[in-house]
């Protein structure tokens, strides 16, 4: 069980709610991205590993329209966000694709698939979707990597907890 100081239980609902847990790990900051039928998705996600050296992981929330649009698409984008790109976290982290245009005024290059990548992050990738698994309220995505950049820039990355969530 875990406890919050000697004998003091933390029910689960509680850990979920408590802030100092939101990043027990450390985690960076990506926007994910995709096209499907003309229209670009893009949102900020945090729950994402490399899970084999060709392959990375990604966990979104059903409520996700650039989760659901992977799923058809098959395709997705990873821009690996900078410690100057908060507002880009910021930006793609509210609101769905769906309904409105997250990309309005920020630069991106076209990968593969019409994939959009943005501008001055410390990687980009493209990643071919090879298998997702429902976990009930969350999406697991793996892709396989098909195309990848690095930029010069010596930035540090954007960490989860320097982002307002
Ligand atoms: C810093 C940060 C990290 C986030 N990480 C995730 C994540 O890993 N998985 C997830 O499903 N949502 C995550 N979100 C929330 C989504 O970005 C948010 O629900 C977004 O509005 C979904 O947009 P979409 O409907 O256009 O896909 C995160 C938000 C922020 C601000």
Redesign the pocket.
């Known amino acids: 069980m875990l406890t919050r100081g000697p004998g003091v239980p933390i029910f689960r609902q509680e850990v979920a709610d408590m802030p100092e847990f939101h990043d027990a790990l450390s985690h960076g ?1 990506y926007v994910v991205t995709t096209s499907l039928n003309g229209r670009l ?8 590993t490399q899970v084999d050296f060709d392959k990375v992981m ?4 059903k ?5 659901r649009a992977i799923r058809k698409s098959r395709v997705f984008g990873v821009s690996v966000l900078s410690a100057d790109q908060k507002d880009l ?2 930006r ?7 309904r409105k245009d ?1 990309f309005d005024g920020v630069r991106t290059r076209t990968g593969t698939s019409g994939v959009p990548l943005l501008d001055g992050s410390l990687k980009t990738f493209v990643c071919r979707l090879v298998d997702d698994a429902d976990f009930g309220s ?1 999406i697991c995505y793996v892709g396989r990597i098909t195309g990848f950049r690095k930029a010069r820039k010596q930035t540090s990355p954007l960490l ?1 907890s320097q ?1 307002d ?1």
Request: glycine fraction near 16%; include cysteine; charged fraction near 5%.
């Open positions: 900051c998705y893009g949102m900020t996600c945090s729950w994402a990604l966990v979104l929330g409520q996700s329209s650039t989760g976290a910021v793609f982290g509210s609101g769905h694709s769906s997250k969350d989860l982002v969530h």
